[in-house]
């Protein structure tokens, strides 16, 4: 027997498993799973089997969820929702709060069942996944009970189709649960066909409570099953998984007015400065990729370390590295568990030796895997080219990159030299820098000094192709609401529609360029390429002509807003000094912008000019007042959630209003910080042409406010397949909508297809267009010890 002080020396210790009796005994009672739909478990269909990754043994059989079974649970979730929805917040609250107590009561049980399907480590799965799940369920008790004084006027989206992937199997479902039912939704969710046992036990703790049936409905199966989800009669899909379904989703909901939130993959950097604490940096290296297998979206997995502490920090990496045990998952000393299935490890192990075959050189520690079972040993890459696929693609394994840089800048450019942005850690111990550096990185999470910290009280998302809309806090229940809906208004009378402009519909056709038929683009008036004009007719009466824009107008209208940039660097409170010098200039015009209008034959003329002046007014006052939130998250620790303009976006402006509606949008999207390429009422796009003496006496910079005149659907459609264009507001028909939103895949815009409205009226301005306007980036920052 080994001494104390031998064992002191060598530290060495013994297996120390957690018990997993009580968990097989309910998976050997329970056999065969079918769905929880409508309150009650169904007959078993056609099933496949749930295998722990660690052993390869089978854990359960469950059910594969075809179309009429997704459509079963719909019908259930439908017949549910009013009954639910028009229970007082307080009676939905003390619903969480059970399903929460009861979640802690079994947590052990959650835990051990998690890491059996999952493969992670018991550490992470008792100490992390399921007390956040807890947390979860008491935070959204706490947004029923409070509803309807905190979101005034808004209602539950209806019925939410939810899809979730196997790396946090109940997280996932709390997080996507959880703000659902607090705004009085209910739900069809699909879990990850690897690991759907704990969404069958939660379903047995909501059959136990007695929760309203239908109000969750959890249907099993794969992709095919999601796929029908996506497809059926639901409100709003919310789903969190690979960018390559993420796109197909985005695709199949094109049109369909289904609200829809993605939470896709990640490649996020891990920023070492040379001031960091380099011990506490190899820690999170160890928490951001090792420790969970690399099985987050938001790992740290590309470790960017400044050039001067490069080989010490890797030397301690290294070390660290060597000293992580690799196991038995279910062992209270496992870092490193079992990858979730066969099929992950080859796409690890392919990508692994692809990105070796490229040139990038594996540090992996010796001797480490059990013989049996889907392990992968954790590891590092250093000498990766920006090219090496491993460099660019999302591993989902425990491998980082591991690069140097110089600068500050550099730091900076590298870490958003990737299509992703969904978190980002900085390791510095001047907070000026780290600080710095966090306003600069395009990522919807940053930790300083800090990695993977998630809390109910904040929101997490990404920004890029890493998807669109937050979950939890107050972000994530607006992604589970609606406003009160503005009632649509149809857009312009016959005769002055999109057709009127394209080339022959117009009365001349289109013709040769006239001196004033330009477009207005990076502050000067541009000719169009295309060297056309069309006839703007009012009244069966040609007014004026405008210049017809083609995609090179387009291009080169994205070009100089991007140019503009300092318009997002600029404070608020500048930003809103020209929204007012505008507002005055517009108001000094009045008369004349309100004869242009008379002339187009647009109803209340007069009315229309002195709206748009008091909303520029108004949003001048926002610019400096929309603001963000100290979130109160975990003990020492600041979480900032700050609104952040998108860059660049493409606005496509409605018929109606010609001057308003154009306002109406360009200026909440710039007062945030956002340079705009917009596309004016076609019929009548001089209102907004027009506005260029303004915006150069308003010494609004070139580049902030680009208007390109022509025919709008064909216009939209290169905005939304523009890859530099980062977000796109589209009020239009029904199928130009569709039109847009299919065609926003490509870098994952986020958009806004609004229904044409009464811009006269309280639906034409407000918060909504800034939230809309804005991305919310949560920057965590530790204090104390
Ligand atoms: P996946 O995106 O295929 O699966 C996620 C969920 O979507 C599962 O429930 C799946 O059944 C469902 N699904 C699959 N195809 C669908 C479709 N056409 N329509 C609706 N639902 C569908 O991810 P997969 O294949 O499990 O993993 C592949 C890669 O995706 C991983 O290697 C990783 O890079 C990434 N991933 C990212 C996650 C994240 O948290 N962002 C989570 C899981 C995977």
């Known amino acids: 027997m080994p001494t104390v002080t031998e064992i002191l020396e060598t530290m060495e210790y013994g297996p120390a498993p957690e018990a997993s009796g009580e968990v097989m005994a309910w998976l050997k009672a329970r056999g065969t799973f079918g769905h929880y739909i409508d309150g009650v478990f169904t007959k078993p269909g056609k099933t496949f089997e749930s295998i722990n990754p660690a052993t390869g043994a089978p854990l359960a059989k469950v059910s594969h969820g075809s179309a009429a079974d997704i459509a079963t649970a719909v019908r259930s979730a439908r017949a549910a929702q009013p009954g639910w929805a028009k229970l007082p917040g307080h009676e939905r609250a003390k619903w969480l709060y059970a399903l929460a107590r009861h979640i802690q009561k079994r947590e052990r049980f959650l835990a051990v069942l998690e890491t ?181 979206c938001c790992a740290g997995s590309r470790i960017l370390v400044q050039e001067s502490v490069a080989a010490t920090f890797q030397k301690r990496l290294s070390a660290r590295l060597a000293k992580l045990r690799v196991g038995d998952p279910l062992d209270k000393s496992t870092d490193v568990g079992a990858i979730v299935d066969a099929t992950q490890l080859q796409r690890i192990r392919d990508l692994v030796a692809e990105g070796q075959a490229q040139g990038a050189v594996l540090h992996q520690a010796e001797g480490q895997l059990p013989s049996a079972g889907c392990f992968f040993a954790p590891g590092f890459f250093t000498n990766v080219a920006p090219a090496n696929i491993v460099s660019e693609v999302e591993i989902f394994g425990p491998v980082a990159t591991l690069t140097t840089f110089r600068t500050p800048d550099e730091a900076v450019e590298l870490a958003n030299n990737t299509r992703y942005g969904l978190a980002a850690s900085i390791w510095s111990e001047n907070i000026n820098l780290a600080l710095d550096v966090a306003s600069k990185v395009k990522a919807g999470v940053v930790w300083v000094n800090s990695t993977n910290i998630f809390d109910a009280g904040a929101g997490f998302g990404g920004y890029r192709e890493s998807g669109f809309g937050r979950e939890g806090g107050r972000e994530g229940m607006h992604e589970y609401l609606t406003g009160p809906v503005p009632r ?201 042409t027009d506005l260029y003496q303004v915006f150069d006496t308003s010494d609004l910079p070139g580049g902030v406010v680009n208007i390109v005149t022509g025919a709008r659907d064909e216009l939209a459609k290169t905005l939304a397949q523009h890859d530099d264009v980062a977000a796109m507001w589209y009020c239009g028909g029904p199928d130009g909508a569709r039109m847009v939103e299919a065609e926003s895949t490509g870098n994952l815009k986020a958009t806004w297809c609004l229904a ?30």
């Not at 007069?606 to 520029?616: K, L």
Request: glycine share 10%; with cysteine.
């Open 488 to 688: 649509a208004k149809p857009e312009a009378e016959p005769g002055r529609l999109d057709a009127a402009p394209v080339p022959g519909a117009a009365s001349k056709g289109p013709a040769p360029i006239d001196r004033t038929a330009k477009m207005y683009i990076g502050g000067a008036q541009k000719r169009p390429d295309s060297g056309y004009s069309y006839a703007v007719i009012a009244k069966g009466r040609e007014i004026g002509l405008a210049g017809l824009g083609n995609r090179k107008d387009i291009r080169n209208a994205v070009e100089a807003a991007h140019k503009a940039g300092g318009w997002g660097k600029a404070t608020g409170h500048n930003r809103a000094q020209v929204l007012y010098y505008l507002a005055e200039n517009l108001s000094a015009r009045e008369a004349e912008f309100a004869q242009r209008l008379k002339s187009a034959g647009v109803p209340k003329p007069a009315d229309e000019v002195a709206t748009a002046i008091r909303r520029a007014f108004y949003y001048a006052a926002q610019a400096d007042k929309f603001d963000g939130a100290v979130h109160s998250t975990k003990s020492a620790h600041v979480t900032l959630a700050m609104p952040e303009a998108f860059g660049v976006m493409g606005v496509a402006c409605p018929d109606d209003a010609p001057l308003l509606g154009f306002l109406s949008l360009v200026l909440p999207a710039i007062a945030m910080g956002n340079r705009v390429v917009a596309i004016p009422a076609p019929s009548m796009p001089l209102a907004a």
């Open 756 to 785: 044409n409205r009464d811009w006269h009226g309280a639906a034409g301005q407000g918060r909504d267009f800034l939230r809309r306007a804005t991305q919310i980036k949560n920057i965590w920052v530790p204090y104390g010890e």
């Open 116 to 296: 059996l399907d999952n493969g992670k480590p018991i550490r992470e799965s008792r100490d992390i996944d399921v007390p956040l799940v807890a947390r979860h369920f008491y935070h959204h008790a706490g947004w029923a009970e409070m509803l309807e004084d905190e979101f005034p006027g808004m209602k539950p989206v209806g019925v939410c189709g939810q899809i979730i992937p196997w790396n946090f199997p109940l997280l996932m479902l709390a997080w996507k649960i959880t703000p659902a039912l607090a705004a009085g939704n209910t739900v069809v969710l699909k879990p990850a066909e690897q690991t759907p046992l704990t969404a069958l036990a939660f379903a047995e703790i909501c059959a136990e409570i007695g929760l309203p049936k239908g109000v969750i409905n959890i249907v099993t199966g794969d992709g095919e099953t999601g796929a029908a989800l996506v497809a059926a009669d639901v409100d709003k899909i919310a789903f969190t998984g690979s960018t390559e379904v993420g796109r197909a989703i985005r695709k199949a909901t094109a049109g369909t007015g289904k609200k829809l939130t993605l939470e896709l993959g990640g490649k996020s950097p891990f920023v070492v400065f040379a001031d960091a604490d380099l011990d506490a940096a190899v820690e999170g290296v160890v928490d951001a990729i090792w420790f969970n297998q690399g099985q987050v």
